[in-house]
């Protein structure tokens, strides 16, 4: 579970990130709070994208495959992070 | 380096043995895995068999859905034209889209999956070869009946996404639509069976060493693949039947009167919907990977990256699917929300498109036949693509979407995505499974007439879609000036299909079937395993995997693998057999003792044909009779595996010894059942998430919940029966009895919690055919009422076979998958009882 | 082109009615466009250089291509560029195109969809019915008119492309869509949701006039009582009052489209015939064989005078 995690961790925040965007967008309107807090929650994704970014170049090596599992890591924190910026611009820009 | 099972990496270095093996090992291997005779073609399980019985069959529904496509260019060729009456052409292209989606396009790579899996990760077969049988002939046998209701006019005509009302009773009152609802949904079983065994299979029987950063790409691609079919086909299996029951039932689902809403359909099945494409589209790129390395002659460049694109694609995809509703009227910031996605989910693909561009120019590309088609298939699927990130910009999409444009769009992604890396595909696998190969010089003339009649009818319908052409119009007026495109689209067409024709000769003059030995062999020049000499048995012996193209690194190898120096040289236990491995690191755990032939299968899957089939023509008694026929034939299948053999532990080569029969977490029956409880997960949240919908959407039609606090009881129930489910496991220590009884008891609980919590919803006099509330909710409790039904069949089936003494102890893999199974059930039933009572309470 | 009285081709010309915008709902989307068309062109073109250098390049170009680097900057950096850019420009455009941000001072119509015909409803500012049409719509030229979508039995989807991008007409909800004319003119527009049946022949009009002819147009709205006579007679005999309404007479049907003013209408059938007597004449009597499946039947009893008859008297309902 723990390589899975490592290997999806961009993926994963990219999918939490959405899913909440989507339910808010869906249940909660697109008024002013609403787009707050989406920009609040992709503050946070970004966050926790550099921390885990940051975790991962601090690992130390290990073997090869775990070399592998974190390079792909890092540049999957890279997409996801990328994802998670576009995602949040609708809520600065679509009005 | 570091072990995930404590398995010691070191005694790889056993390989290759020396010493040499007798040779009536082989001879035994051969007699196990032996060539079936007359009738028995039809009981095979093998996958050499059942891999191409599933390609062919696919392939079969590809030139019969393009056998429509052409009828309809030739309606289109001219304004006006009456060739083809209008009912026939509204059933020609919602036929041509659903079969080539559903009939053709998943099928096809879950049948190279199939097919080509074990081999590539030296495995004797996949993990469950019944229930890939049962997969192929359930398709098989349903989607020819379905295609055949084309021939009777009674084929559906509410085009492939079927959205209502347009499909109501109201407004399609005949069978057509149930055609498509209950064949779609029969068929949508068969591909979930076919991802279960996929992940299984790519997870758990990789040759020993082939670590995840080793794994042929095109099995990241099946694993990619079969995830996704596990958490999007249950999207549309849930509105299939929502919508079938409102045909059926009139409860109001979709009902915007009642309180339901047409857009909850567009939301269920786009979630199926779009990742869908990539749910094709990936695999393609999966054996585009493979090709592209063997076709420039060295490795690919990227593997990490297009690994990281996958998996990236896999996630991104299943947050696009609203973009297939931005003219519906959803607000400027959701749909901003699914444009972004749809911007974020090109770049995996561009990453792919490159690698393969640099794998090219590192190498010394080939212009042969699988060379062409990867060339094409590039410049065809980045048009598309291009064309793709267009219509993703909302203001842009208002004007195309539903237009030619994006019948345009759509070609050129899935041909070029698809198509022709399934022809490079053909071209570089068919020297596995036939004596010959094809024609490399008429493959050139298959690759230019497709190639060239692919644009030239697909690029104008982009210049149509500009100039107002709709999509799904069986004819249109000459004042509008679409003659010219449409009448060139119509010739393009045709060239496609010629080069199509072309293709069958060549399949004709040289396809000769010899799965195992005999093919034609490695004559490309690959380096992965499934170019091993083969048998029905796969590779005489399982090599230990150093690199991921073992065969460019290790020339000894095919020659150490057919004398038997690897693993699993013999049949350990006189059965069929296979290694099972660690997830990530592919270390040796246990060998499974794999089922043999058996007609089982095959008779389940007639009878599961025959119950939708009856359902669709409303010949309900033998929908009835083949219901119970099927689930006798699944349990009698069934029956004869998680057996024991008398050893206990066996030596799969140069001493190193495994368990022949392991429960628990870490068995293969285990990992089937965890998936199948996703599935079901997800077609419950699926409906959770629909109740909320309707909630959000219709809040005018919303009554008051049953009372939550009345729930205690139902609560109490369930988590009873949970208990008594997971209770299960730990008392089959003192006997079989007491596991069943825990079982049965669970099943007991449950049924109870369902009937307690059903009768305080009809006490709050809502009515299922009066309000999508009241319908939402007692779905719920039909799902709930299904899987009940389920669990106890199961439950009598444990008790069966404790009765005749084939529950092992202390563990059983049939206890542990009921357990699981139980104690899905409870749960589920527990959130539905608190979410139903929650939503609009205020 | 734009001022020809006729329902003229709006296709079969360059450019083609989505490159060939006549309001601002349609003009910005127009740019959108053609930027990129041509942006996407050239992406094409680059991505095919670079399979040329892969596959005939020299070995300095080739050994440039061939590593993660090149995969980073072709597959990873260029498109998070272009990208974010386009992405600004889709979500900005959306908003100032979106029909949720509206003046009030809108010209406000209601249109529903039918299988397979439009119910056209002119409201006032407080959205009280005005005038009732069917399957063409008459705009003054240079004022935003804004548009209530609505659908009677399936979806539908309305899609005048020269004057804005579509919108779904979803049954239970009310899709809003903007859309303005700056220049006076004929607009062909086609219902773009299959919706079963002839969904292909779900044609639709916009006429938009200069200021004062749409004036005279307003004006001409009230019914004239027509000549009845003959035609009158047997439109009533024969069931036609059953679906349609001519106002000022006792024909009240609600089924099918109002006729009060059929005669002035471009079109006949939703947008898919001219509007003569003849036509007029030849979709009474067999409007299944011009547009198959559509809900009125053919009324083949009579005989040549009186599809004359009953044509005339339509023809004449201005």
């Known amino acids: ?95 | 380096m570091s072990s995930e099972t404590g398995f010691d990496p070191a005694l790889y270095a056993r390989f290759p043995t020396q010493e040499p093996r007798p040779p009536e090992e082989e001879e035994e291997l051969r007699r196990i895995w032996c060539k079936p005779k007359g009738w028995e073609y039809l009981t095979v399980v093998n996958n050499n068999y059942v891999g191409i019985y599933y390609l062919g069959t696919a392939f079969l529904f590809f030139l019969l859905a393009g056998v429509l496509a052409l009828l309809m260019r030739v309606q289109l060729a001219a304004p006006l034209m009456e060739i083809v009456p209008q009912a026939t052409y509204n059933q020609l292209f919602t036929m041509h889209g659903t079969v080539m989606m559903f009939l053709f396009a998943v099928p096809v790579v879950e049948a190279a999956g199939v097919l080509l899996l074990p081999q590539m990760l030296a495995a004797r077969d996949l993990p469950f070869p019944r229930l890939s049988a049962y997969a192929f002939w359930a398709y098989a046998v349903g989607g020819l009946c379905f295609f055949a209701s084309l021939f009777v006019g009674l084929a559906p005509d509410g085009g492939w996404f079927m959205y209502p009302p347009l499909t109501s009773k109201a407004y399609s009152p005949g069978i057509n639509t149930d055609f498509w609802l209950l064949g779609i949904g029969f068929i949508e079983i068969s591909a979930i069976a076919g991802a279960i065994e996929i992940i299984v299979g790519v997870l758990r029987t990789r040759a020993p060493g082939m670590t995840l950063d080793k794994m042929p790409i095109f099995a990241w691609a099946m694993l990619v693949f079969a995830v996704m079919i596990v958490i999007a086909f249950p999207s549309v299996i849930l509105a299939t039947l929502l919508l079938e029951i409102e045909r059926a039932l009139g409860w109001p689902f979709f009902d915007a009167a009642r309180g339901g809403d047409p857009l909850l359909w567009q939301h269920l099945f786009w979630f199926f919907g779009h990742p869908e494409v990539y749910i094709i589209f990936l695999p393609a790129a999966g054996m585009m990977s493979m090709i592209v390395a063997t076709v420039a002659r060295t490795e690919l460049v990227g593997y990490r990256l297009i690994v990281l694109a996958m998996l990236a694609t896999g996630f991104i995809s299943f947050g696009v699917w609203a973009h297939h509703m931005f003219t519906t009227g959803m607000p400027p910031m959701t749909t901003g929300f699914f444009s972004a996605a749809s911007m974020a989910v090109s770049v995996p693909a561009g990453i792919q498109v490159f690698s393969w561009i640099a794998t090219l120019a590192v190498g010394k590309p080939r212009f042969n036949a699988p060379g062409l088609f990867v060339m094409g298939s590039i410049v065809v699927f980045v048009t598309g693509g291009l064309t793709g990130v267009m219509v993703a910009m909302v203001p842009f999409d208002w004007q195309m979407h539903d237009s030619y444009f994006i019948v345009a769009h759509l070609h050129y992604v899935l041909i070029g995505g698809m198509v022709f890396p399934l022809f490079a595909a053909f071209y570089h696998w068919i020297p596995m499974v036939s004596r010959r190969a094809l024609s490399e010089r008429l493959a050139k003339w298959v690759f230019g007439l497709m190639f060239v009649g692919m644009n030239v009818a697909f690029m104008p319908m982009h210049l149509a879609g500009l100039m107002g052409m709709p999509r799904r119009v069986y004819t249109y007026l000459l004042e509008h000036g679409w003659d010219l495109p449409n009448l060139v689209s119509t010739i393009g067409a045709f060239l496609l299909a010629l080069g199509i024709l072309l293709f069958l000769i060549d399949l004709a003059r040289n396809f000769r079937l010899a799965p195992g030995e005999g093919n034609a062999g490695n004559v490309h020049g690959a380096g992965t395993l499934e170019w091993l000499p083969n048998a029905l048995y796969a590779a005489r012996s399982i090599p230990v995997v150093n690199s991921r193209e073992p065969l460019w690194d290790d020339p000894q190898m095919s020659d150490d693998v057919a004398k038997g120096r690897y693993f699993l040289p013999r049949s350990a236990t006189g059965l069929r057999e296979t290694i099972v491995t660690s997830p990530l690191r592919a270390e040796p755990q246990y060998l499974q003792i794999m089922p043999g032939p058996s007609p089982w299968p095959l008779a389940a899957a007639v009878f599961t044909a025959g119950f939708f089939l009856g359902l669709t023509v409303q010949a309900y008694p033998f929908a009835i009779a083949s219901g119970v026929l099927a689930v006798v034939g699944v349990l009698r299948w069934l029956w004869e595996t998680d057996r024991r053999v008398g050893m206990e532990g066996v030596d799969i080569g140069a001493d190193i010894r495994v368990p022949t029969y392991v429960t628990g977490p870490k068995s293969h029956g285990w990992w089937a059942m965890v998936i199948l409880l996703v599935v079901m997960g997800m077609i419950f949240a699926m409906a959770l998430f629909s109740l909320a919908f309707l909630w959000s959407n219709q809040p005018g039609h919303w009554a008051p919940p049953a009372p939550l606090a009345a729930a205690w009881t139902v609560l109490l129930l369930y988590a009873a029966a949970l208990a008594l489910a997971v209770a299960a496991r730990a008392l089959l220590r003192r006997g079989a009895g007491w596991a069943v009884a825990a079982l049965l008891l669970s099943v007991l609980a449950a049924g109870a919690a369902l009937w307690l919590d059903h009768g305080q919803w009809r006490a709050t006099g809502l009515i299922p055919q009066a309000s999508g509330q009241a319908a939402s909710v007692f779905a719920l409790q039909a799902l709930q009422g299904c899987a009940l039904v389920i669990g106890a069949l199961m439950a009598a089936y444990c008790a069966a076979r404790a009765v005749r003494g084939l529950v092992s102890q202390p563990a059983n893999n049939t206890i542990d998958v009921t357990m699981l199974f139980l104690a899905y059930a409870a749960g589920q039933g527990l959130v539905g009882a608190l979410f139903t009572r929650v939503i609009g309470i205020g | ?318």
Request: glycine share 14%; charged share 15%.
């Open chain 1, 1 to 95: 579970m723990r390589s899975w995690a490592i290997l999806l961790a961009g993926l994963i925040v990219w999918a939490v990130h959405f899913f909440l965007l989507y339910g808010i967008g869906e249940f909660a309107g697109e008024g002013k709070g609403p787009r707050l807090a989406v920009l609040a929650i992709t503050a946070l994704a970004l966050a926790v994208v550099a921390m885990l970014a940051r975790l991962l170049l601090r690992a130390p090596g290990g073997d090869g495959f775990e070399r592998w599992r974190g390079r792909l890591a890092l540049a999957g924190l890279l997409l996801g992070g990328l994802a998670v910026l576009w995602q949040g611009l609708p809520a600065l820009l679509a009005r």
């Open chain 3, 1 to 318: 082109m734009n001022n020809r009285a006729d329902p003229v081709p709006i296709g079969g010309s360059w450019p083609p009615p989505v490159l060939d915008p006549a309001g601002p709902f349609s003009e910005p989307v127009t740019t959108l466009a053609w930027a990129l068309l041509i942006g996407g062109a050239v992406v094409l073109l680059v991505v095919l250089a670079a399979l040329g250098i892969a596959l005939f390049g020299s070995a300095r170009l080739k050994a440039r291509l061939g590593g993660e680097k090149a995969i980073w900057i072709g597959g990873f950096a260029f498109p998070a560029v272009v990208l974010t850019g386009l992405l600004i420009w889709g979500l900005m455009l959306t908003s100032s195109l979106s029909a949720t941000r509206i003046a009030g001072d809108e010209m406000r119509v209601r249109i529903v969809g039918e299988m397979w015909w439009w119910r056209v409803h002119y409201l006032d500012g407080d959205g009280r019915e005005m005038l009732r049409d069917a399957n063409e719509l008459h705009i003054p030229v240079g004022r935003p008119v804004l548009l209530e979508l609505d659908a009677a039995d399936v979806i539908h989807s309305f899609w005048v492309p020269r004057l804005g991008g579509k919108m779904d007409m979803i049954p239970g909800r009310t899709n809003r869509l903007l859309i303005q004319a700056d220049r006076p003119g004929v607009y062909k527009g086609q219902c773009a949701e299959y919706c079963g049946g002839p969904h292909a022949l779900m044609g639709f009009v916009v006429i938009a006039h200069a200021p004062e002819d749409f004036a005279r147009w307003q004006a001409s709205r009230t019914p004239a009582a027509a000549a009845g006579g003959r035609g009158l007679d047997l439109f009533l005999s024969s069931g036609c009052a059953a679906c349609h309404t001519i106002r000022g007479t006792p024909a009240n049907g609600l089924a099918g489209p109002d006729l009060t003013h059929v005669g002035s209408r471009h079109t006949l059938g939703a947008g898919i015939l001219p509007n003569n007597p003849g036509t007029m004449a030849g979709w009474i009597a067999d409007s299944q064989a011009i547009k198959p499946g559509n809900r009125m039947p053919a009324y083949r009893q009579f005989d040549g005078a009186e599809l004359r008859a009953i044509g005339d008297y339509l023809a004449a309902l201005k």
